[in-house]
């Protein structure tokens, strides 16, 4: 069965500093991962995607298959940054499963 | 249209009634999904339709629930004699087709409230 743990509920990180939310998966095949963005108010929507391997408005998440991981990494937050983000997998099509996902708080 | 569109936005109920949910996704698009978002539970899969074939119905929590899309487009998902429990965002949200390399795109939800 596929899982994504998502085991931060809430980070609070101040302007300008590093931020890492954490993802890790458990999936016997070879997954497609994927971070989700909902800003308040907003429409949940992709933020990247590890096969593109890009940078989403400075945004960084590298696939660690050894550590079932799919972290997201950011070297300076910004207020604008504050959001809910999802980690989600991908079953080769079918559906997205997603992590219980991280509020992400910027504070000035 | 330009996205995924939901109706309603925001339906209050009373416990026992009946409810129904639509979604147009967007055109041309032959994946559809229904998700539920809860306080503190997170997203939850639902429902998923793929073109003519019979659709994954796995995710859905009672038979209470059921979901259905006409003519490969627009879909309703039903919930009958609803419950508490039932009070969620509902998201839909489509796809051009599946597999790897897919984006998938969400409507802005319907908000469930059962009094």
């Known amino acids: 069965a596929q899982r994504v743990t998502q085991p931060e509920k809430l980070l609070s990180v101040f302007k300008g500093a590093p931020v890492e939310l954490k993802c890790n998966y458990s999936?016997?095949?070879?997954?497609?991962l994927f971070w989700y963005v909902q800003y308040s108010r907003q429409r949940l929507q992709l933020l990247l995607r590890?096969?593109s391997r890009e940078s989403i408005k400075g945004f960084t998440a590298d696939l660690n298959k050894g550590e079932t991981s799919f972290h997201l990494k950011k070297p300076f937050a910004q207020e604008e940054d504050s959001a809910m983000y999802y980690c989600?997998?991908?079953?080769?099509?079918?559906?997205?499963?997603f992590g219980g996902g991280t509020r992400l708080m910027v504070k000035p | 249209g330009a996205g995924v569109s939901q109706s309603p936005s925001n339906k209050v109920t009373e416990k026992g009634k009946d409810v129904e949910l639509r979604c147009d996704p967007i055109?041309?698009?032959?994946?559809l999904y229904w998700y539920r978002q809860s306080l503190g539970q997170g997203l939850e899969f639902l429902i998923y339709?793929?073109?003519?074939?019979?659709?994954?119905k796995s995710g859905l929590p009672s038979d209470r629930f059921s979901a259905e899309r006409t003519g490969g487009s627009v879909s309703t998902l039903t919930i009958q004699r609803t419950q508490q429990e039932d009070s969620a965002v509902y998201l839909c949200?489509?796809?051009?087709?599946?597999?790897?390399?897919?984006?998938?795109?969400f409507g802005e939800g319907s908000w469930l409230t059962v009094v």
């Open positions: 949200a489509s796809s051009l087709a599946t597999g790897l390399g897919n984006t998938i795109y």
């Open positions: 999936y016997s095949g070879s997954p497609e």
């Open positions: 590890h096969i």
């Open positions: 989600a997998l991908n079953n080769a099509g079918n559906m997205l499963t």
């Open positions: 055109s041309g698009h032959t994946a």
């Open positions: 339709f793929q073109g003519n074939s019979a659709p994954d």
